[in-house]
């Protein structure tokens, strides 16, 4: 009987065997599934190929317009410097364009910004606060946000102000330990997408006793809903002060919000109170903490560190000095008072050269350091005195300024001596230019693969770290890894520096629907990061990988495409230097550098050309036809010549900075005197030469109803390039995104 049993299970183990056998390789079988495999293998891997171009360009135009950024407020930080007005118009004009920022002492803000002045109507329908605020009024203020409902700007202001006393007497560093709570969740760039924040508390919890947060800087921008996350955090900071934590990131700056959106935002939201409001989260900002420090183990800023960044020196810098870190306010400060001394025939000595070493005349600094230790003090005044005059006549130059008798008055003075005051003001800011430049560091930095510590020329501010620095701050502070934010990541989050360097993004669909998940970070009292990610539009999770990367690919040509025709004029002569004989034709791979050349991108052209170049014939590309293709009608088209609406289209996120800067009332009207001075002004180094009378007739034309006053809101929607929209829940395009 066993040996029966034993036989049937023999039997029925070799039966196994033969079915379980795999068939030959020459099976049919066998062969169509190795061919499916082969092709679902290179289906995939075209898709991805075609998201880390869709990125690239994304990422490109990115940091193109940071760079822009940059290069714009190197330009004011030169004329502050450099830039004596040889009128009392042209003074008042630069002066009212160039403080815009500046720190006002308390009673002034108070007085300025009174919110019980503000009276609260019986129609009022939406929420109420009260201070000291409890959690109840928190949980109300999102309930009211989730039904569109908008917070007044009495209680918008008065919230200003409780915040603007909390932050005051906090550290530059936050010190937080995991023994007080559960875990802590860090979260990255929100940028104004109110729908990611909600998600978060959603699948996380609202900040509580045992649910504490670090909010990682960039809560603004971008989004049409960044007062609403203000609001919302800045309630749950007072409410719970010990648990919600916030860094300041590098878009938390009024200068860097003129040109992406917040300042758009807040006049459009409250239109009557918008300008006090912006007052007082200018000086918010500026109060905002610069770091978090977990556990004395983990460190939480924004962008990132260099190899010369000092945890000891950053804890101890007057951080609400720099109003804005484009450009910090002590310098801003000493250039107004040499301005006002050179306009009354004194000798402006001791001018601070500009910052940045991509912009004219910022050798100064290292020739003054090297003259200063071997030249005496009245010699050492002259040569300033002459290298001053110097950089300002080139200024002059530059900005299309004539001399005028008091010039020659003012270079009359060049041998006035510089006094103990003076020299000490020029060491102060050079201790002044260190603080700037640790700030600057980790709010712009981005880490990179290779070691070292290079410039980030991408950006245009901060500087690559490589995974030496990363290691060196480590060991120098006895940490164990670095969390920063600043930059989109497809999957939300990502590590690098052997681990050591984290960054988490909290913003998902960032560049368009489905471009990016969003995620945040939860450490225990063990250290070990886990992960959540999450996508907040309902759209994405409905759409298949080949539809979601088709629809990123589209959003993505379409601004490449505004791109090009924006540098239309350079094309042409980038190609014309390869059609030798004049033939109006080029070969592809010429086309591809050519186009390189001149916007610098770093991109694949001949791996993008069948997206953007159609039609060619023989191997040769029409180019002159081609850009014609890439033109786009717009409704002022006909009333400006075709080469000065192709330099508009590619400075207009400068024009529209300058114009909100100028626009002193955000009332989106400028005068046609106002706008004749700042096209001249600006107009040489932006390659945008026009005569008067050019510069008179444009102003004429974008008058639409002809009250003397320039709508500027309605000039830039006539230059938007927008050739179809995907719905209401459609993300910004980075066209219209005038920056991580």
Known sequence: ?????????????????????????????????????????????????????????????????????????????????????????????????????????????????????????????????????????????????????????????????????????????????????????????????????????????????????????????????????????????????????????????????????????????????????????????????????????????????????????????????????????????????????AINGESPVGVDPPRSSSFPGSCLQSELASAASSASRAELSQWVRQMVQEELEKCRKQVGFDETPGDKELTCVSSVTMTESELESCETSESSQEEWKQIVDILWSDPMPQEGCKMNTVRGGGCYFGPDVTEKILQKHSLQFLIRSHECKQEGYEFCHNRKVLTIFSASNYYEIGSNRGAYVKLGPDLIPHFVQYQANKTAHTLTMRQRISRVEESAFRALREKLFAHTSDLICAFKSYDQDGTGTITLSDWATAVESVLHFGLPWRMLRPQLVRGTAGGLLEYRSWLDDLAVEQRSKEHIQSSLLEAIYRNRSNLETIFRIIDSDHSGLISFEEFHQTWKLFSSPMNMELTADGISDLARSLDFNKDGNIDFNEFLEAFRLIEHTHGDDKAPHPAEMAVS
């Open 1 to 341: 009987m066993g040996c029966s049993s034993s036989t049937n299970a023999y039997y029925f183990l070799r039966k196994s065997e033969k079915v379980q056998t795999l068939p030959d390789a020459a099976h049919p079988a066998f062969k169509a599934a190795v061919l499916i495999q082969r092709w679902y293998r290179r289906y995939v891997a075209r898709l991805e190929m075609r998201r880390r171009c869709t990125w690239r360009i994304f990422q490109s135009i990115e940091y193109s317009c940071e760079q822009d950024q940059i290069k714009l407020h190197n330009f004011f930080s030169y004329l502050m410097d450099h830039f004596t007005p040889s009128s009392s118009k042209e003074r008042d004009f630069i002066s009212r364009m160039l403080t815009e920022e500046e720190s006002y002492k308390d009673t002034e803000l108070e007085k300025l910004c009174d919110y019980e002045s503000v009276e609260v109507p019986d129609s009022y329908t939406g929420p109420h606060l009260s201070f000291p605020l409890l959690p109840d009024h928190a949980t109300a203020l999102l309930e009211a946000f989730k039904q569109k409902q908008q917070l007044h700007a009495h209680y918008v202001l008065k919230l200003l102000h409780e915040t603007r006393r909390h932050l005051m007497q906090l550290p530059n560093i936050n010190h937080v330990s995991t023994c007080y709570s559960e875990e802590i969740t860090v979260c990255g760039d929100l940028h104004g997408r109110l729908d990611d924040l909600f998600l978060i508390f959603y699948k996380n919890g609202l900040p509580s006793p045992e649910k504490s947060y670090v909010f990682n800087g960039d809560f603004v921008d971008r989004g049409k809903q960044s007062i609403e996350i203000l609001i919302i955090l800045f309630a749950f900071l007072l409410v719970y002060p010990k648990e919600v934590h916030l860094n300041r990131g590098n878009h938390e700056d009024h200068m860097v919000n003129l040109r992406y959106g917040f300042t758009k935002e807040v006049m459009q939201k409250y239109k009557v109170h918008g300008k006090k409001i912006l007052k007082m989260l200018q000086n918010v900002f500026c109060w905002l903490p610069l770091a978090t420090l977990i556990d004395q183990k983990v460190l939480i800023l924004h962008g990132g560190v260099s190899d010369v960044t000092d945890l000891v020196l950053l804890a101890k810098i007057p951080r609400h000095k720099f109003v804005s870190v484009l450009r910090g306010k002590k310098r801003k400060e000493k250039s107004r008072h040499m301005d006002s001394k």
